[in-house]
């Protein structure tokens, strides 16, 4: 690949995750801040981003991927975005608010699957190669919040204006990728672009197992995303925002160990290792401190790596091996629609409600009780933990399959 044409796909890879690092994880911050938002109205605003996840599939498979090039499409959607941002910058009333952040929203999630569809589309060994591109979306994510703390942004509607900087860089760097035509294939259908094809899977239990563990491990999701940065904002601690990077710095780190991982301890036990972090961490958060127990919030922000490397990452490589080559894209799109959709909406709505639950009384030293808080996902996380354990099998075509790799790797060391 010519060095231009990388620099092209990895500077748009760095502005699509910058953009939405800019203002998605300081949100609930800027909310309570701005508005005087209720937790219940916190969640909402992050339900948004899960709705437009859950839609987006549409947009893209029944009328982006036919009918016109991706790139333009990006672009468009990207300068559109910008202009909302803007707006919402300019809001200084929720309800407003939250109607043009779900419009913003449905504009930006399509977004991530073009910039994979222009990217895959250049590569000639995906596997290899778009890692190294990819890697540039995680740094993108860190320089955002890196630069929030920095600044002091966290609360300031300056972080929307930021984020619409780089919207629009993005916008016109997107039209100066390499042409990605449209696939005018004709048949594609709502079903099929939602993973209906897939839809056989819930016949081998432990699919069945791992597809309602992926929904309800989505709301101990949805407290972190939704509720981490106020936490530590209400604790007092300094640059928030950047000390949530750690988190992404580990899911880096965490994605190079994956594959020894899976290939020493197989599925199930990087499942269960995956959903245990999420214990452990809810359990620091509810019981650290910005004081003498610090630490403990430290370990908790560093194990996201493991928390949605295990989990998530792992979970994607067991539905590509399940489902097999025929309707591997099916069940990709069935999981992604199940989880970032219709998970994490219930998710951000639960843990609004279970957060206004504990809200404290104003005037005093925090918002609300957030050992309580963090206790409720880290309960949700254990009895996951408890169901997955007792009924997740392995299939037995997974195992053979598992073992005819090993076998194939074993040959090749020998070599």
């Known amino acids: 690949m010519p060095i231009s044409l990388r620099f092209r796909l990895s500077l748009a890879m760095f502005l699509e995750f910058f953009t939405w690092g800019a203002w998605y994880v300081t949100l609930g911050t800027y909310l309570f801040d701005r508005f005087g938002a209720s937790a219940v109205q916190v969640g909402s605003a992050y339900a948004n981003f899960s709705l437009a996840a859950a839609l987006s599939p549409v947009f893209v498979g029944l009328v982006a991927d036919r009918y016109f090039a991706a790139q333009r499409v990006l ?58 591109i990819r890697v540039f979306g995680t740094a993108g994510w860190i320089v955002a919040g890196l630069l929030l703390g920095y600044l002091g942004m966290e609360s300031s509607a300056s972080l929307f204006y930021l984020a619409a900087g780089s919207s629009a860089v993005l916008g016109l760097v997107s039209f100066t990728l390499p042409d990605t035509p449209p696939d005018r294939t004709e048949g594609a259908s709502l079903g099929s672009v939602l993973g209906k094809e897939a839809l056989v899977l819930f016949r081998q239990r432990s699919f069945l197992v791992f597809f309602l563990s992926s929904l309800a491990i989505c709301i101990p999701l949805s407290f972190y995303y939704s509720f981490a940065n106020p936490f530590l904002n209400d604790l007092g601690i300094t640059n928030a925002a950047g000390k949530m990077t750690l988190g992404q710095l580990s899911e880096f ?47 908790g922000i560093l194990l996201h790596g493991v928390c949605y490397d295990f989990f998530f990452v792992t979970g994607q490589i067991y539905v590509d091996r399940a489902a097999g080559e025929r309707i591997r894209s099916a069940a990709q799109g069935l999981i992604t629609f199940a989880t970032y959709g219709v998970g994490m909406l219930i998710g951000s709505y639960v843990s609004g409600l279970v957060t206004g639950r504990f809200a404290l009384p104003k005037g005093g030293g925090v918002q609300f009780d957030w050992q309580g808080v963090w206790l409720i996902p880290a309960g949700i996380a254990a009895a996951v933990l408890v169901v997955f354990l007792i009924t997740f099998r392995e299939e037995q075509r997974e195992k053979v399959n598992n073992n005819k790799r090993n076998n194939k790797d074993n040959a090749n060391e020998a070599r």
């Open 75 to 132: 672009g468009v959607l990207h300068l559109l975005g910008a202009g909302v941002l803007i707006l919402l910058a300019r809001t200084d009333d929720y309800g407003p608010f939250w109607w043009l952040l779900l419009l913003y929203t449905l504009l930006y999630a399509p977004t991530m699957a073009l910039m994979n569809s222009v990217t895959f589309r250049q590569l000639r060994d995906g596997g290899r190669e778009f890692p190294l």
């Open 253 to 299: 780190l965490f994605l190079l160990v994956i594959p020894l991982a899976f290939k020493r301890f197989g599925i199930k036990a990087m499942l269960a290792v995956g959903i245990v972090a999420w214990v452990v961490r809810y359990v620091l958060f509810a019981y650290g401190d910005a004081d003498n127990r610090m630490g403990m919030l430290y370990v």
